[in-house]
Nanobody, 122 residues
Framework: QVQLVESGGGLVQAGGSLRLSCAAS????????LGWFRQAPGKEREFVAA????????YYADSVKGRFTISRDNAKNMMYLQMSSLKPEDTAVYYC???????????????WGQGTQVTVSS
């Protein structure tokens, strides 16, 4: 079992930056991949970024590549999403998740946090 809790969301102006955190507990060593997803009102949940927990390999959605950076600190059981050059289109509830395989498919992630709201004003 893995428990995940997101924090760091808020209101930011377009072009600004925000750092999201995800605290993990439980059997964190069993997770192969850690990921960030987001969901705007009336939209499907979409992939944002993923990182291999052990080796640190990363993968990003084209919409955030070059602007967002995913990272993790295994010793602290923490995962982060550094967001820069934010756009109004980035407004959504952001979720962290853990999976037993390296994947970008939401249904293949086993454990989820409750989400944190990110709002980007224009």
């Amino acid at each position: 079992q893995v428990q995940l809790v997101e924090s760091g969301g808020g209101l930011v102006q377009a072009g600004g930056s925000l750092r999201l955190s995800c605290a993990a507990s439980g059997r964190t060593f069993s997770s192969i991949a850690l990921g960030w997803f987001r969901q705007a009102p009336g939209k499907e949940r979409e992939f944002v970024a993923a990182i291999r927990r052990s080796r640190g390999n990363t993968y990003y959605a084209d919409s955030v590549k070059g602007r967002f950076t995913i990272s993790r600190d295994n010793a602290k059981n923490m995962m982060y999403l550094q967001m820069s050059s934010l756009k109004p289109e980035d407004t959504a509830v952001y979720y962290c998740a853990a999976a037993l395989v390296f994947t970008v498919i939401p249904s293949e992630y086993e454990f989820w946090g409750q989400g944190t709201q990110v709002t980007v004003s224009s």
